[in-house]
């Protein structure tokens, strides 16, 4: 039957726990990760790679959460037709000496930054979410057209009219998917001084019948489940927010934001 095995990990204002069984026969019990799939256990390529990009959505959500808060500026930055560029090479090239001048000022900022192209208009554009660096000094160095939006996150983000707080999820699902092949490499670019998650030793489950989705593991002091979810790699996930002190009440004609969808 194997060993019921229950890890933690901890990222912005969010708990994730995930609870699965390690197979009889696993020496190292503590080393088995259930994200850790072989290639051989997948029907064909496609489900291989859609694992992959599903395993990856995962570890930049967690990521995401790790290193932003309200204190950090969402911006989306355009390019002007004097500057305009048509291919991703020399996107590139832009966003490498826009991320240096703004890191030879603010050294110890962390910055996620990805690249598009608008659905209507085709035309490459950036989003940029960052930490630690001024807002006027931000508008100051995008010297190549427009920044279209520049605000700080939300400290209550309402999902279908819930307040999940500092859950933001769905920004950071709507930026993974800005990605498309054209572009190459990775989806996103991030600084090397971005923080990783906490993860917690996995514990072996000492409770009797073990958790399920009736019965799922006690939240941290101060967090709230919210979410529960099988996944079809083998495991339980168990997601709990810790919610601001204060919650607002949702004002009337607030509408959630396309990116604020959790799918």
Known sequence: MGKQM??????????????????????????????????SRFENEEAYSKFKKEISRRNHNRLFHANFSPTSYYSTHTFDDEYEVHDFE????????????LKRA????????YMGRGKTTNRIHFHMVSEGIPE??????????????????????WYEGVDRGQDYTGLANYLFDHWIEEIGGHRWFQTKNAKKPEVEEPAEVNIH????????????????L??????????????????????????????????????
Do not use: N
């Open 90 to 101: 020399d996107a590139k090239k832009i966003r490498k000496s826009f991320i240096r001048s």
């Open 106 to 113: 603010y050294p110890d900022a962390v910055i996620f930054l």
């Open 209 to 224: 019948g073990g958790y399920s989705a009736k019965r799922p593991p006690k939240a941290p002091k101060g967090y709230t």
């Open 136 to 157: 006027d000094f931000i508008i100051s160095k995008w010297k190549y057209g427009r920044i279209r939006h520049i605000a700080h996150l939300r400290e209550h983000c």
């Open 226 to 263: 919210v979410e529960i979810e099988a996944t079809t790699y083998g495991y339980w996930c168990f997601k709990y927010i810790a919610m601001p002190q204060k919650k607002p009440r949702r004002q009337r004609g607030e509408k959630d934001r396309p990116e604020d969808r959790l799918d």
């Open 6 to 39: 229950k890890k933690r990990i901890f990222y912005g204002t969010i708990c994730e726990q995930q609870v699965y069984t390690v197979p009889d026969g696993i020496r190292k019990i503590e080393l088995y990760d259930p994200e850790k799939e072989k290639k």
